[in-house]
């Protein structure tokens, strides 16, 4: 006889790969608009991530004597390179998608023990090996749609090493920063770079993904909807992001930008609605979530603010993985009949008329 | 806490309700099968002790097992007949093991014994009711089957405020409340104000998911001028799950480890209301119950009358047996109803479902590793945190896990079945559960024999120093009666020698 099932007899439609599969799909919109701004040397890049992500976790499970398939199939593996792609310049060499894909899956994930068991955002963490090791490959910016090579001639940009001084320009958090150390004040440093529309719409240099805030807003909220994520942390991080903007801005508005120019730069929309939003490394509850979002926002503020790196979302939600264990242990649900500490209710007695 | 956020119900999940395919039918009254396998125990307590012998005829209604001890129920004949066996059949139980059950076989004729009906059922003295209501048998007709007696009692001398009548059947599948709320509510009525009587509370409400409009016009219509309040609740699983019940209407809490009476609430199912109507009205012990037959393998599903110890294959064979290969044959609802091991088991006072689902019904997948998406966490009406605690169970850390609320969880289900990665969650919390019995039953066995083995040295030691005690008099004796003797024999010889 096969041994008895337990209850429940009835399961939701839902599964990991299907979880990842809905995240992948928020992914595109903002993918695509990215690839139609810095044409096909980002379609390359992003291409190359992906494969050197599922051929190294292919190989570090087979080395491990687990199964292949199941692992590479839910799909988590393709996810953790998809958004490592989107936070690479577009431009970059493959060799710099293929250390930081192999990166995030072997060490950022397989090392700790496969999926659900890593401390640390895969991509992120590979994000921030790749940008201390090569700096200048990763701050290597084009601005978007300016002659976009062909098809093949952009085999030779990511494969090729093809120099961009050329195209090159930085990115907006980086150019402030810079012109900052020149003595600039604010005003300057923005005038001709920065319009809040252009923001939104991406229109300007910027790595693959993080650039277009609308479109990632977009497929955020879609998450949202689906329920495949909850507002809390990414609500969270953005307040995170702009309360600290808004203050010092109103402070000194020549040297500190105001809430808009934060939350539009950089991978902050990235890093609030798919970054911080990762399962795994974020906050079991929503109290914690709540506070995971908002240590988030507030780090990536603080980093970019009076850091040495122009940008901070990346450090800043590495910063709260690590704290993760601890705002799980202290935040949780109240149980049903108890108090916070776990104590039982006092009995509310007998009333005579019922609420 | 705001008032608001009292009422909202914590957690929960949104299963398919499925309820269609039997919910638009009328009860149908189950044909009488050959044999009727009746347990002595079809209720939380002691088993019923028989009271009837093998060949003999009995009548519908009759007494056939007696309760015994304080919390028991006793069991009465579905219909008359003769009473073929008393011996061991299987149970409706996971385990599949056998258990005491009178075999009855109908003469068909259905012959009743005399009722014993009061004039003025609502002149009854509340003790009264209660104990007609236990000597009917009545037991929670939701599925934990709790003597009803017992409750009415303990809550009449506690006190309690308010009756809440549970309509939600938030279980997936099951329509079994909701068809007899549609077709019998003035008698549900009469039998809520019955128990409103027997235990003196003030209000009477009734729960009802807002997923049953139908269920909540009748019972409208038959509550109007009684005094018994009718409201929808929001349907969602568990909402069936009375504590949830009670915060909904009530906005109040009860706490761990407590009773709802302990709060003034008791808590009774609809169709046990039409049972204790049944039973002060008409004088009719509990010998049947309506059981919903469903599932995706069910030709035809539907709510059948079923007569208690009537097998569950004559059930699906009453629905036009199976139009699919059933995956899974399953005792109550999908959530929190158990495998069926064999199909010749009987319908039971707390059978509220028989079903037979199709794989896809079912959704089975291999469980995948955790990646802390915590939907359990959402899900979990109690507040637990089901990712933690089965991580720890993992690794037999129970202390743990009791520490982080495992005696809190109330097995529902939600936590396994919004799970992506499919984890049996709630298979290691029963798991861990049943553990910690084995253990506490464990230690108490322990302790038992360490106080037999102190009282036995103690007792031996007695009997020792007794020994010793009794010899030692013997031999003060015997030194006396010598010295005695020596002395007469020295008084004897000094007579002599005067003499």
């Not at chain 1, 992500?53 to 199939?73: C, D, F, I, N, S």
């Not at chain 2, 302990?262 to 119950?289: E, F, K, Y």
Request: charged share 15%.
């Amino acid at each position: 006889m096969t041994p008895l099932a337990h209850s429940p007899h009835a399961h939701a439609p839902t599964s990991v790969s299907r979880i990842m599969a809905t995240v992948m799909l928020a992914l595109v919109p903002a993918t695509l608009f990215g690839f139609w701004l810095y044409g096909w040397p980002a379609v390359y890049l992003w291409t190359v991530s992906l494969l050197a992500a599922v051929a190294g976790e292919a190989a570090v499970l087979r080395l491990q004597q687990r199964a292949v398939k199941p692992a590479l199939l839910d799909g988590s593996g393709v996810l953790t390179a998809w958004l490592l792609a989107l936070s690479l310049p577009p431009w970059a060499p493959w060799w710099i998608a293929v250390v930081g894909s192999l990166f995030a899956v072997i060490v950022g994930k397989q090392v700790f023990g496969g999926i659900g068991q890593n401390v640390f955002n895969p991509a992120m963490a590979a994000r921030v090996m790749l940008l201390i090791s090569f700096p200048l490959e990763m701050t290597t910016w084009v601005p978007p749609m300016s002659q976009l090579p062909g098809m093949l001639d952009s085999l030779a940009v990511t494969f090729g090493g093809t120099q961009l001084d050329a195209v090159s320009s930085a990115s907006l958090l980086g150019h402030v920063k810079t012109e900052f150390t020149r003595g600039l004040d604010l005003q300057q440093a923005l005038s001709g770079h920065y319009s809040p529309l252009q923001a939104l719409w991406g229109e300007r240099s910027g790595s693959l993904g993080e650039t277009a805030a609308l479109l990632i807003l977009l497929g955020g909220v879609f998450l949202i909807a689906r329920r495949i994520i909850t507002w809390h942390a990414p609500v969270a991080m953005l307040a995170g992001v702009a309360l600290p903007a808004l203050l010092m801005n109103l402070i000194d508005p020549g040297h500190y930008a105001g809430p808009l120019y934060h939350l539009l730069s950089g991978g902050v929309m990235l890093g609030a609605f798919f970054i911080a939003t990762d399962p795994v490394t974020s906050p079991n509850t929503a109290a914690g979530q709540l506070a995971f979002g908002l240590g988030c926002g507030l780090l990536t503020y603080v980093i970019r603010t009076w850091g040495a790196y122009p940008e901070g979302v990346a450090f800043a939600v590495m910063l709260m993985n690590a704290a993760t264990p601890m705002i799980d242990r202290y935040v949780k649900p109240r149980i049903y009949g108890r108090t916070r500490k776990g104590d039982i209710l006092a009995a509310q007695p007998a009333k005579k008329d019922a609420a | 806490m705001s008032f608001l956020s009292r009422l909202k119900p914590r957690g929960g999940v949104h299963p398919e309700g499925r309820k269609a395919s039997s919910a638009d039918t009328a009860i149908r009254a189950m044909p009488l099968q050959q044999r009727l396998y009746v347990p002595l125990q079809q209720h939380i307590g002691a088993p019923a002790k028989p009271v009837v012998r093998v060949g003999e005829k009995v009548l519908a209604g009759q007494l056939i097992g007696a309760g015994q001890g304080n919390i028991s129920a006793p069991v009465h004949a579905p219909t008359s007949g003769w009473v073929t066996a008393i011996g061991d059949h299987p149970a409706p139980h996971p385990s599949g093991l056998p258990a005491a059950t009178v075999i009855i076989e109908p003469d068909g004729e259905g012959r009743w014994i005399e009722a014993d009906v009061p004039a003025d059922p609502f002149a009854l003295a509340p003790d009264d009711i209660a104990a007609r209501v236990g000597a009917a048998g009545v037991v929670g007709l939701g599925g934990a089957a709790f003597p009803s007696m017992v409750k009415l009692d303990a809550s009449r001398k506690s006190g309690v405020d308010t009756l809440i009548i549970n309509g939600g059947e938030c279980e997936p599948y099951l329509t079994c409340d909701d068809r007899i709320m549609r077709e019998r509510a003035a008698e549900i009525v009469s039998g809520i104000r019955l128990m409103q009587r027997a235990v003196g509370a003030a209000n009477a409400l009734v729960g009802i998911e807002d997923n049953k409009p139908e269920a909540l016009a009748a019972m409208r219509a038959a509550a109007a001028a009684t005094g018994v309040e009718i409201r929808a609740v929001p349907a969602m699983y568990p909402m069936g799950w009375e504590k949830q019940m009670i915060q909904v209407l009530l906005g109040r809490e009860v706490p761990a480890e407590s009773r709802s009476a302990d709060i003034g609430v008791l808590v009774h199912n609809v169709a046990t209301a039409w049972a204790v109507q049944q039973a002060i009205c008409l004088g009719r012990p509990l010998v049947s119950r309506i059981v919903t037959v469903s599932g995706g393998a069910v030709a035809q599903p539907a709510n059948l009358e079923v007569p208690l110890g009537t097998p569950v294959q004559a059930l699906y064979d009453a629905c036009g047996g199976f139009n699919a290969r059933p995956a899974r044959l399953v005792l109550g609802g999908p959530m929190m109803g158990h495998q069926l091991t064999h199909t010749s088991v009987p319908v039971v006072k707390g059978t509220s479902g028989v079903l037979a689902l199709t794989q896809s019904e079912i959704g089975l997948t291999q469980p995948a590793p955790c990646i802390r998406c915590s939907s359990c966490v959402r899900a979990c009406p109690v507040g637990l945190l089901p990712l933690e605690m089965a991580a720890r169970i993992r690794t037999d850390d129970l202390a743990a896990a009791v520490a982080l609320g495992l005696k809190d969880c109330i097995g529902c289900g939600s936590c396994s079945y919004v799970c992506p990665s499919s984890i049996p969650l709630v298979h290691y919390f029963n798991y861990a559960k049943g553990e910690l019995m084995a253990q506490a039953r464990g230690k108490l066995k322990q302790e038992a024999t360490k106080k037999l083995a102190a009282e036995r040295s103690a007792r031996m030691e007695r009997i020792a120093r007794e020994r010793e005690e009794a010899a030692a008099a013997r031999k003060a004796a015997k030194e006396a009666r010598e010295a005695a003797a020596k002395e007469a024999a020295a008084r004897a010889a000094t007579t002599e020698a005067t003499a």
